[in-house]
C-alpha cells in the first residue's frame, strides 16, 4: 500500500533553520515527480518546491533563495532545507508524489496523487 510519511517538524525562532524528511513506498518513486506544500493558518495549501526526476527544481518565488529541495531515488526520500525561517513560513508541511509517467509540469495540488499526512512548522517572531 502506497504510503507517504513526513518527519522533522517543530518550532524555532525567526531566521532559524529546520529540515524537513519525507519517505514515500512507491513504487518507481525515481520515475515520479515529487514536491512540496503547505498551508498556513487561514490560507490556501501552496506548493512551494518540486522535484523532477532528474533532479531538477523549481521553486515559489515565497521561498526561493531560502529553501532547498533534493531527492534520494536509491532511498524513496524527500528533502527540504529551509533557512531564514518567517513568521510568514509557519504552517503545515506536506509531501507529495505525483502519478507514475505524469511530467512535472505546474505545482498544483491537482498534479499529486500521493500524499503524506503532514508535519507542523511554527516560527516565531
Known amino acids: 500500500q502506497a504510503q507517504v510519511v513526513e518527519s522533522g517538524g517543530g518550532s524555532v525562532q525567526a531566521g532559524g533553520s529546520l529540515r524537513l524528511s519525507c519517505t514515500a513506498s512507491?513504487?518507481?518513486?525515481?520515475?515520479?515527480?515529487v514536491a512540496w506544500f503547505r498551508q498556513g493558518p487561514g490560507k490556501e495549501r501552496e506548493g512551494i518546491a518540486m522535484i523532477d526526476r532528474d533532479g531538477s527544481t523549481r521553486y515559489a518565488v515565497s521561498v526561493k533563495d531560502r529553501f532547498t529541495a533534493s531527492r534520494d531515488n536509491s532511498k524513496n526520500t524527500l528533502s527540504l532545507q529551509m533557512n531564514s525561517l518567517e513568521p510568514e513560513d509557519t504552517g503545515m508541511y506536506s509531501c507529495?508524489?505525483?502519478?507514475?509517467?505524469?511530467?512535472?509540469?505546474?505545482?498544483?495540488?491537482?498534479?499529486?496523487?500521493?500524499w503524506g499526512q503532514g508535519t507542523q512548522v511554527a516560527v516565531s517572531s
Open positions: 507529495a508524489a505525483g502519478k507514475l509517467g505524469n511530467a512535472c509540469t505546474t505545482l498544483v495540488s491537482g498534479n499529486f496523487a500521493y
Open positions: 512507491l513504487a518507481y518513486y525515481n520515475s515520479r515527480c
